[in-house]
Protein backbone atom coordinates (compact mmCIF):
# COMPACT_ATOMS: atom_id res chain seq x y z
CA UNK A 1 0.00 0.00 0.00
CA UNK A 2 1.10 3.26 -0.80
CA UNK A 3 -0.86 6.53 1.02
CA UNK A 4 -0.04 9.74 -0.98
CA UNK A 5 -0.87 13.29 0.51
CA UNK A 6 -0.88 16.30 -1.21
CA UNK A 7 -0.16 19.91 -0.09
CA UNK A 8 0.75 23.13 -0.99
CA UNK A 9 -2.61 24.10 -2.60
CA UNK A 10 -3.97 27.85 -2.32
CA UNK A 11 -4.88 31.40 -3.68
CA UNK A 12 -2.82 33.03 -6.33
CA UNK A 13 -3.17 35.93 -8.58
CA UNK A 14 -3.35 35.12 -12.10
CA UNK A 15 0.70 35.00 -13.53
CA UNK A 16 1.85 33.97 -9.44
CA UNK A 17 3.32 30.43 -8.26
CA UNK A 18 3.00 27.67 -6.66
CA UNK A 19 4.25 24.20 -5.78
CA UNK A 20 2.31 21.46 -4.73
CA UNK A 21 4.28 17.96 -2.75
CA UNK A 22 2.81 14.99 -3.06
CA UNK A 23 4.41 12.74 -0.07
CA UNK A 24 4.55 9.12 0.17
CA UNK A 25 4.43 6.35 2.77
CA UNK A 26 4.23 3.00 2.74
CA UNK A 27 6.01 1.31 0.08
CA UNK A 28 9.09 2.36 -0.62
CA UNK A 29 8.10 4.99 -3.64
CA UNK A 30 11.37 5.00 -5.92
CA UNK A 31 10.22 2.16 -7.38
CA UNK A 32 6.83 3.84 -8.53
CA UNK A 33 5.85 6.41 -11.18
CA UNK A 34 3.96 9.63 -10.44
CA UNK A 35 1.46 11.61 -11.78
CA UNK A 36 -0.66 14.86 -11.36
CA UNK A 37 -4.18 14.80 -12.12
CA UNK A 38 -6.70 18.20 -11.64
CA UNK A 39 -10.34 18.74 -11.69
CA UNK A 40 -12.04 21.25 -12.45
CA UNK A 41 -15.99 21.70 -10.96
CA UNK A 42 -18.28 20.35 -13.58
CA UNK A 43 -15.53 18.50 -15.69
CA UNK A 44 -13.50 15.47 -15.56
CA UNK A 45 -10.27 14.66 -14.28
CA UNK A 46 -7.12 15.91 -16.30
CA UNK A 47 -3.94 14.75 -17.13
CA UNK A 48 -1.47 16.99 -15.99
CA UNK A 49 2.03 15.99 -15.77
CA UNK A 50 3.93 12.45 -14.78
CA UNK A 51 7.15 11.29 -13.67
CA UNK A 52 8.34 7.66 -14.34
CA UNK A 53 10.82 5.86 -11.92
CA UNK A 54 13.31 6.91 -13.99
CA UNK A 55 13.23 10.23 -13.83
CA UNK A 56 11.69 10.65 -17.28
CA UNK A 57 8.82 13.42 -17.63
CA UNK A 58 5.67 14.02 -19.54
CA UNK A 59 3.64 17.11 -19.63
CA UNK A 60 0.01 17.76 -20.82
CA UNK A 61 0.12 20.90 -23.44
CA UNK A 62 -1.55 23.15 -21.23
CA UNK A 63 1.12 22.79 -18.94
CA UNK A 64 4.58 22.84 -20.92
CA UNK A 65 6.69 25.80 -20.71
CA UNK A 66 4.65 26.39 -17.08
CA UNK A 67 4.47 23.38 -14.94
CA UNK A 68 7.05 21.22 -14.13
CA UNK A 69 7.51 18.08 -12.20
CA UNK A 70 10.00 16.40 -10.59
CA UNK A 71 10.88 13.76 -7.72
CA UNK A 72 12.73 13.24 -4.63
CA UNK A 73 13.07 9.31 -4.12
CA UNK A 74 15.31 10.33 -0.47
CA UNK A 75 12.24 12.17 0.48
CA UNK A 76 9.64 10.23 -1.02
CA UNK A 77 7.68 13.04 -2.44
CA UNK A 78 6.45 14.31 -6.14
CA UNK A 79 6.21 17.45 -6.96
CA UNK A 80 4.69 19.94 -9.26
CA UNK A 81 5.80 23.49 -9.41
CA UNK A 82 3.40 25.58 -11.67
CA UNK A 83 4.50 28.92 -12.70
CA UNK A 84 2.69 31.72 -14.86
CA UNK A 85 -0.73 30.17 -13.39
CA UNK A 86 -4.08 31.06 -14.90
CA UNK A 87 -7.60 31.61 -13.62
CA UNK A 88 -8.30 28.41 -16.13
CA UNK A 89 -5.84 26.41 -13.65
CA UNK A 90 -8.29 26.50 -10.81
CA UNK A 91 -9.01 22.70 -10.00
CA UNK A 92 -8.51 20.32 -6.94
CA UNK A 93 -5.01 19.19 -8.04
CA UNK A 94 -4.14 15.20 -7.19
CA UNK A 95 -1.47 13.06 -7.38
CA UNK A 96 -1.55 9.27 -7.74
CA UNK A 97 1.39 6.75 -7.88
CA UNK A 98 1.71 3.16 -10.03
CA UNK A 99 3.47 0.33 -10.90
CA UNK A 100 4.15 1.28 -14.56
CA UNK A 101 2.84 4.73 -15.66
CA UNK A 102 3.28 3.38 -19.68
CA UNK A 103 -0.40 5.33 -19.98
CA UNK A 104 0.56 7.94 -18.20
CA UNK A 105 -2.06 10.20 -19.13
CA UNK A 106 -5.07 7.66 -18.13
CA UNK A 107 -6.32 8.12 -14.63
CA UNK A 108 -6.96 3.94 -14.68
CA UNK A 109 -3.69 3.85 -15.43
CA UNK A 110 -2.94 4.71 -11.16
CA UNK A 111 -3.87 2.28 -8.49
CA UNK A 112 -3.06 4.76 -5.69
CA UNK A 113 -4.71 8.57 -5.31
CA UNK A 114 -4.04 11.26 -2.98
CA UNK A 115 -7.28 13.28 -1.53
CA UNK A 116 -6.07 16.67 -3.73
CA UNK A 117 -5.38 19.88 -2.85
CA UNK A 118 -7.29 23.20 -4.17
CA UNK A 119 -5.83 25.62 -6.17
CA UNK A 120 -7.67 28.93 -6.95
CA UNK A 121 -6.02 31.25 -9.43
CA UNK A 122 -7.65 34.73 -9.15
CA UNK A 123 -7.48 37.01 -12.54
Known sequence: QVQL???GGG???ARGSLRL???ASGRTFSSYGGGWFRQAPGKDREFVAAIAWSGSTFNADSGKGRFTISRDNAKNTV???MNSLKPEDTAVYYCAA???IRRYATPETYRYWGQGTQVTVSS
Open 5 to 7: VES
Open 11 to 13: LVQ
Open 79 to 81: YLQ
Open 21 to 23: ACA
Open 98 to 100: ANS
